[in-house]
């Protein structure tokens, strides 16, 4: 719901006072997404991925160039950035979808399973990045894993949901005892 693949049947949500039920698209602006299966376009190349990203954001000029920049050397991508994208390896397809959904440095970033299929160095280092972020932009971050670990390293809360219902909510110690 909060991508606006489905629409809620009741309730609402809010980032920054913008409505999902009645502004989807400006909803949609202060949302960074990183689908659990890399979304990249294969011809571009991940700095042209993360500029793109940018510009939809709304960066420009010199920030837009320094925001890329930032991320790509943020991830390691320094090496790969020049390449197209379909040549990149599994974890780093995986660390350029949370750089996109990190650009523009959104209020909310959602993220599906974002070290699913990925190496424990490079889960480490996105683990890195997301906690990162979190603590540089104050943005919230809704986690998907089904790791326990990687919820005990990023989350404050957690839920558990079971068949699409909340079984129970609370910090990581409270649901532990």
Same mark, same amino acid.
């Given at each position: 719901?909060?991508?606006?693949?489905?629409?809620?049947?009741?309730?609402?949500?809010?980032?920054?006072?913008?409505?999902?039920?009645?502004?989807?698209?400006?909803?949609?602006?202060?949302?960074?997404?990183?689908?659990?299966?890399? /979304?990249?376009? =294969?011809?571009?190349?991940? #700095?042209?991925?993360?500029?793109?990203?940018? @510009?939809? +954001?709304?960066? &420009? $000029?010199?920030?837009?160039?320094?925001?890329?920049?930032?991320?790509?050397?943020?991830?390691?991508?320094?090496?790969?950035?020049?390449?197209?994208?379909?040549?990149?390896?599994?974890?780093?397809?995986?660390?350029?979808?949370?750089?996109?959904?990190?650009?523009?440095?959104?209020?909310?970033?959602?993220?599906?399973?974002?070290? /699913?299929?990925? =190496?424990?160095?490079?889960? #480490?280092?996105?683990?890195?990045?997301?906690? @990162?972020? +979190?603590?540089? &932009? $104050?943005?919230?971050?809704?986690?998907?894993?089904?790791?326990?670990?990687?919820?005990?390293?990023?989350?404050?809360?957690?839920?558990?949901?079971?068949?699409?219902?909340?079984?129970?909510?609370?910090?990581?110690?409270?649901?532990?005892?």
């Amino acid at each position: 719901m909060l991508t606006g693949d489905c629409y809620p049947t009741e309730g609402n949500v809010l980032i920054q006072k913008c409505p999902l039920n009645t502004n989807l698209k400006k909803f949609q602006s202060h949302l960074g997404y990183c689908p659990q299966f890399d /979304a990249l376009i =294969d011809r571009l190349n991940g #700095r042209e991925m993360l500029m793109l990203f940018g @510009q939809l +954001r709304g960066l &420009t $000029g010199s920030d837009l160039h320094e925001k890329v920049e930032k991320l790509i050397k943020m991830t390691d991508l320094t090496k790969h950035a020049d390449k197209q994208t379909q040549f990149y390896s599994g974890g780093n397809k995986r660390k350029l979808s949370v750089a996109i959904a990190l650009i523009g440095s959104p209020p909310l970033i959602l993220l599906d399973e974002p070290t /699913a299929g990925v =190496d424990p160095v490079s889960r #480490r280092k996105i683990w890195n990045i997301l906690s @990162q972020a +979190r603590n540089n &932009t $104050g943005a919230a971050v809704l986690l998907t894993t089904h790791s326990m670990e990687e919820s005990e390293v990023l989350c404050n809360r957690l839920a558990i949901m079971v068949n699409g219902r909340f079984r129970c909510l609370g910090s990581i110690q409270q649901l532990k005892t």
